[in-house]
Nanobody
Framework: QVQLVESGGGLVQAGGSLRLSCAAS????????MAWFRQAPGKERESVAR????????YYADSVKGRFTISRDNAKNTVYLQMNSLKPEDTAVYFC????????????WGQGTQVTVSS
């Protein structure tokens, strides 16, 4: 069974940092692009960051550029999101997703982890 499981969310003060992890099981995702999305209450799900299969190409939403860093460890079948200088507007449920074959469509999703940033 293929699963993506996020962890590392929690409550943090504005200006603080948090590191999210997404552990994959059931198959290897070394040939696939991976991404982080987030959804705040009353808002649509939005793309936050994306990383290519090799890890050489990374893309970020303008709202998080310079503050968030996506990375991956293919040996561990895990993708990470390092979040620095957090703002209250970063509060959301964060999801990881896998794009099999880098088709720009997401085939698998995690259950999400809550990130809350207090002012």
């Amino acid at each position: 069974q293929v699963q993506l499981v996020e962890s590392g969310g929690g409550l943090v003060q504005a200006g603080g940092s948090l590191r999210l992890s997404c552990a994959a099981s059931g198959r290897t995702f070394s040939g696939d692009a991976m991404a982080w999305f987030r959804q705040a209450p009353g808002k649509e799900r939005e793309s936050v960051a994306r990383i290519s299969a090799s890890g050489l190409s990374k893309y970020y939403a303008d709202s998080v550029k310079g503050r968030f860093t996506i990375s991956r460890d293919n040996a561990k079948n895990t993708v990470y999101l390092q979040m620095n200088s957090l703002k209250p507007e970063d509060t959301a449920v964060y999801f990881c997703a896998a794009d099999l074959g880098s088709t720009r469509r997401y085939d698998y999703w995690g259950q999400g982890t809550q990130v809350t940033v207090s002012s």
